[in-house]
Structure formats: structure tokens, C-alpha cells
């Protein structure tokens, strides 16, 4: 069994930046894919950023060029830094961990944008 825990979420002004860390724990394989997705109320769960275990990163269009995602393979760790917050950017993000066809959350940490 996998387990991830989520920590850095908050409350900042517009403009400001947090730090999401997520830490995973269990039988973890080099090829997995980890991540951070959010969900606004009212919508739908979406793709924040991912990186596979080679390294290949993508982000959600809405991020690209505020946000960065940094893995460290060895600890089993996954970061997302978060800049030019937006109120929009207001969610519970998730961190994910996808292996062999299997989906594993975290259990969320609240982001509050104020504007």
C-alpha cells in the first residue's frame, strides 16, 4: 500500500507563494508518475502538474510559468512551488501517485488565494 501526506497549504494574498510537499510512503516503484491536482468547489479535479519518474514534466495550462514542480526520486518526495497566486487558484490540492495501472491520494491540504 502507498501513502502520501500532504503539508504547506494556507492562506495568502494575491501575489504571494506557498510550498506543497508531499512525502509517499510503501513499495514504490522508479517508474511511477507523482503529482498535484486541485479541486475548486463546484468543479472538477484538475491536472496542477505531474512529473514521471524519468523526469518529464507537464503543467495545467492555467499554471504554466507561476508554478514549478520538483521531484526528489530517492526520498519519494514531490514539491510544488507556487507563485503569482491567484484568488482563481483557490482549491484542495491533491497529491497523486500513479503505478502498474494503480491511483493513490493524498488527502488534500486547503489553498485560499485572498484577493
Known amino acids: 500500500q502507498v501513502q502520501l501526506v500532504e503539508s504547506g497549504g494556507g492562506l495568502v494574498q494575491a501575489g504571494g507563494s506557498l510550498r506543497l510537499s508531499c512525502a509517499a510512503s510503501g513499495r514504490i516503484f522508479a517508474i511511477s508518475v507523482m503529482g498535484w491536482y486541485r479541486q475548486a468547489p463546484g468543479l472538477q479535479r484538475e491536472l496542477v502538474a505531474r512529473v514521471t519518474g524519468t523526469g518529464y514534466i507537464n503543467y495545467g495550462d492555467s499554471v504554466k510559468g507561476r508554478f514549478t514542480i520538483s521531484r526528489e526520486t530517492d526520498k519519494n518526495t514531490v514539491a510544488l512551488q507556487m507563485n503569482s497566486l491567484k484568488p482563481e487558484d483557490t482549491a484542495v490540492y491533491f497529491c497523486?501517485?500513479?503505478?502498474?495501472?494503480?491511483?493513490?491520494w493524498g488527502q488534500g491540504t486547503q489553498v485560499t488565494v485572498s484577493s
Open positions: 497523486a501517485l500513479m503505478q502498474y495501472g494503480q491511483e493513490y
